[in-house]
Antibody, heavy 115, light 107 residues
Framework: EVQLVESGGGLVQPGGSLRLSCAASGFTFSSYWMSWVRQAPGKGLEWVANIKQDGSEKYYVDSVKGRFTISRDNAKNSLYLQMNSLRAEDTAVYYC????????WGQGTLVTVSS | DIQMTQSPSAMSASVGDRVTITCRASQGISNYLAWFQQKPGKVPKRLIYASSSLQSGVPSRFSGSGSGTEFTLTISSLQPEDFATYYCLQHNSYPFTFGGGTKVEIK
């Protein structure tokens, strides 16, 4: 069974940093692009970033470029999202998901940016 | 960026109704279009991929169609468990973009 389990969320002050992790199992992680998607409280879905199988290509939504970095460790079957210079508007549940087509999704981890 | 305009944003329907939700892309996306269902407090679930392919395990009352810039999700006979919010997603070009969502409520 394919499983994606996110961790690393929490409360952080504006301007702070947080690193999210996603542990993958049940499929050949190194064979797939992977994405991060977020959902602010009461709002819709927003794709954040994705990364190629070998990490050689990465793409981001404009609102996080220069602040967030997606990475992966295929030996550990893990996906990461390093989030720096966090803003209140980054408050959301963050999901990792397999590409193409964003399926399946993990259960999500909540990031709250507040003083 | 490709804008995905989803309509309606909300609707009321009765059990047994045929429901159609539309997504229009601001430029052509071939068939790189997926549909998701999300219930309150739950993780989104993919229903349709490649515009018209039914995800394994999804009831056949759900169907998708379209190509290029106009796409539809149809629920042939709405069931109580279908009351939820539905989103389309284009993954033809970066950044990937979701529609604004359609909330289907009980009439």
């Amino acid at each position: 069974e394919v499983q994606l389990v996110e961790s690393g969320g929490g409360l952080v002050q504006p301007g702070g940093s947080l690193r999210l992790s996603c542990a993958a199992s049940g499929f050949t992680f190194s064979s797939y692009w992977m994405s991060w998607v977020r959902q602010a409280p009461g709002k819709g879905l927003e794709w954040v970033a994705n990364i190629k199988q070998d990490g050689s290509e990465k793409y981001y939504v404009d609102s996080v470029k220069g602040r967030f970095t997606i990475s992966r460790d295929n030996a550990k079957n893990s996906l990461y999202l390093q989030m720096n210079s966090l803003r209140a508007e980054d408050t959301a549940v963050y999901y990792c998901a397999r590409d193409p087509g964003i399926d399946p999704w993990g259960q999500g981890t909540l990031v709250t940016v507040s003083s | 960026d490709i804008q995905m305009t989803q309509s309606p944003s909300a609707m009321s329907a009765s059990v047994g109704d045929r429901v159609t939700i539309t997504c229009r892309a601001s430029q052509g996306i071939s068939n790189y279009l997926a549909w998701f269902q999300q219930k309150p407090g739950k993780v989104p679930k993919r229903l349709i991929y490649a515009s018209s392919s039914l995800q394994s395990g999804v009831p056949s009352r759900f169907s998708g169609s379209g190509s290029g810039t106009e796409f539809t999700l149809t629920i042939s006979s709405l069931q109580p468990e279908d009351f939820a919010t539905y989103y389309c997603l284009q993954h033809n070009s970066y950044p990937f973009t979701f529609g604004g969502g359609t909330k289907v409520e009980i009439k």
